[in-house]
């Protein structure tokens, strides 16, 4: 019988995994590493390599033909669905939103938490001050799968989603195409946050990402062909030092200065909301209620 998933700091391991969507068409071939809980993991490779299938099977939206994947010492076939998809959050830029309110977006997954938290977990996101610019702030109904917002603005939505699901384990897409420069700043402070203390998978698109990995894993057809640090890798004659070496002199800025440490214990949750934005929850929670709105969130 499955069983919750076990309390742990997030540790995940890839043991000699192989899945295909077909049997006969294996997708990814005979994967293996550790991530450290608390670590940061970037995942590179070419178009196709395999990098979202290896995502999703953290989620256990599909099982490996063979190997097993375990979080915390549990094969996910052992746990229960429901404690795993607590505990894995997704923050891409077309993150699934549905027809409701900003508020009941954020808070999907966690009834009964208050207005005064919600706009708390937006403010970390960056995402606090376009939504109020909305017709209703946080009470605007989104269009399904947030038509009637930029792809930045869903990110930030996802981000806040993920800072009230407190999840054990972060799966990042570090692209933010088609946006201006000042948003996609917002959106890597916002990132900065909400991985901190978290095991975090992030498929990376940029070195100035994956300097800050804690391990990177170079995936080529499927396969684990580079596995170590930027610096390790960098050594090596590769497909990493070939796109590293592509961006270095164009893609880096300075956002790397005064980056914070990624790794390290995550505190509790209500600690990492109120320690923070204390004066967000509280002008939130002191401001009158507009009786004739209706409630919001679930």
Known sequence: ???????????VAFENVTFGYTPEKPVLHDVTFQAEGGNVIAIVGPTGAGKTTLVNLIARFYDPQHGRIVIDGMDLRDATLASL???V???????????????ANIAYGRPGISEGEIEAAARLAQAHEFIETMPNGYRTVLREGGANLSGGQKQRLAIARAIVSNPRCL????????IDPETEDM????MHFVMRGRTTFIIAHRISTVKRANLVIVLEHGRITQLGTHDQLMEESGHYR???MAQLYGDEEADDEGAPQLKGDRPSH????????EVAVATAEARPTDESSEPIGK
């Open 89 to 103: 959050a997704f923050v891409f830029q077309e993150t699934y939103l549905f027809s409701d309110t900003v508020s």
């Open 85 to 87: 998809r607590t505990q």
């Open 242 to 244: 070939d796109i590293a």
């Open 187 to 190: 959106i890597r402070r916002a």
């Open 1 to 11: 019988d499955a069983k919750p998933l076990p309390q742990g700091p997030g540790h």
């Open 270 to 277: 209500m600690d990492r909301i109120h320690s923070e934005v």
């Open 171 to 178: 799966i990042l897409d570090d692209a933010t195409a088609a």
